[in-house]
């Protein structure tokens, strides 16, 4: 009986518990030499070491100590079988990029909140990755010519585009 108690207690020595860190911001984008303040909470602190990695659910570790080049950005406007009806999206396509991108959309200059739809990001054959990200407006918001733009976030560093009825070809 001393024996399993004995064991039972060396293997409980051993038991550790899940540390749970939470960084913010998230992603933060800085040149060599430039300062970098991170927020960190951690739930429980065993003494053990703390490194900083960034990993996306499902994908393998990216470590990178090299600067991050910005997405290629294309929006397409909606379909003219689409603007027949009361609703109508916009597509924005990021291209050669890294799978942890933000996409956000902005209607006149303000956030919006609704209406949005983005993919996952898929990975392309030269190792990039492709986010496609809709956004459903009003018909009449498109013709009241609205600017519209798509913003992608890579940490701190950002890219975007702008889009309205006057700035695209008119179908003949």
């Known amino acids: 009986m001393l024996g399993i108690l004995c064991t039972l207690i060396t293997a409980l020595t051993y038991v550790d518990a899940v540390i749970v860190l939470t960084q913010t911001p998230a992603v933060h984008t800085v040149s060599t030499g430039q300062e970098v303040v991170l927020k960190c909470n951690i739930q429980r602190d065993d003494g053990q070491y703390v490194r900083w990695y960034k990993q996306v659910p499902g994908t393998k570790l990216i470590v990178t100590s090299s600067s991050l080049s910005p997405p290629v950005l294309t929006v397409f406007p909606p379909s003219s079988a689409e603007?027949?009806?009361?609703?109508?999206?916009?597509?924005?396509?990021?291209?050669?990029?890294?799978?942890?991108?933000?996409?956000?959309?902005?209607?006149?200059?303000?956030?919006?909140?609704?209406?949005?739809?983005?993919?996952?990001?898929?990975?392309?054959?030269d190792q990039t990755f492709q986010i496609s990200s809709y956004l459903s407006i009003q018909t009449s918001d498109w013709n009241m010519d609205k600017v519209y733009t798509c913003k992608v976030s890579l940490g701190s560093q950002t890219s975007e585009t702008n889009i309205n009825k006057s700035k695209c070809p008119t179908e003949e």
């Open 83 to 125: 603007l027949q009806s009361n609703e109508a999206t916009l597509v924005c396509l990021s291209s050669q990029s890294v799978p942890f991108a933000d996409v956000t959309w902005l209607s006149a200059g303000s956030p919006v909140s609704s209406g949005i739809s983005t993919s996952t990001a898929v990975q392309q054959p």
